[in-house]
């Protein structure tokens, strides 16, 4: 999510077919859009073997000094006590943590769902600031591969923005992973006040969608 001044330039811009404003962000080597290369590697993806409890893989040749140090430094720290008896892992998202210079930060607890309770917008974002999303989440029972996001934007039913990012591969561990993400930027100018709705996903590698996020937020000219 995110917003693009009016006359920032172009390389900086993200779609903006109607003219309503546009979101922008600083490039970044983790986050991508999709290319048609993209979509041939999407075509030719691997197929894997059954995926096998993290518990399991820990247990065998245990025995074996050597393996189970090579096994360490290929998954990692690993707190058995947060590894399930079944393959799946899961990953809840905790929070969302809005940062920008012009304020103390917003923290968000997001729903189990993904649907905020509230009838009016999330939060508000004030135009012509700068600002980053950073987002906590925890990890349990196995190692998710290819953790990614990705987040979607419309205003009055016309697509401003889109984005994907990839976060990475965690082990289970009792304690939340912080993710921040790269600063973005919103527009100015009477034409990009108003509300915004977004739809954003975390998803693996297998495709397999651990939250979707949709709600609302408002861009006005000062902060609420």
């Not at 993290?54 to 720290?77: A, C, F, I, V």
């Not at 651990?210 to 000219?221: A, G, P, V, W």
């Amino acid at each position: 999510m995110g917003l693009k001044d009016e006359e920032s330039k172009a390389e900086e811009s993200s779609e903006d077919p109607k003219g309503q404003g546009t979101l922008s962000r600083k490039n970044s080597h983790s986050s991508f859009c999709p290319t048609e290369d993209d979509e041939e590697d999407e075509d030719k993806k691997l197929e894997l073997g059954p995926m096998i409890a993290l518990k399991e893989q820990m247990e065998k040749d245990k025995d074996d000094e050597s393996l189970m140090r090579w096994k360490e430094q290929l998954l990692g720290k690993v707190d058995l006590e947060e590894v399930g008896e079944t393959p799946d892992p899961v990953v809840k998202i905790l929070t969302l943590t809005i940062r920008s210079p012009d304020r103390e930060d917003m923290v968000l607890t997001v729903p189990e769902d993904g649907n905020p309770t509230s009838k009016g917008p999330w939060f508000t974002l004030k135009e012509g600031s700068k600002y980053t999303l950073v987002f906590t989440f925890r990890v349990t029972n196995n190692i998710v591969s290819g953790l990614r996001y990705s987040n979607t934007v419309w205003k009055t039913g016309i697509k401003v923005y889109g984005r994907k990012e990839m976060l990475g591969t965690f082990s289970p561990q009792a304690e939340p992973y912080t993710h921040v993400m790269f600063e973005e930027s919103t527009p100015s100018g009477m034409l990009v006040r108003g509300s915004y709705s977004v739809k954003s996903k975390f998803v693996d590698d297998d495709d397999k969608c651990y939250l979707e996020n949709n709600y609302t937020f408002d861009i006005r000219k000062n902060w609420v």
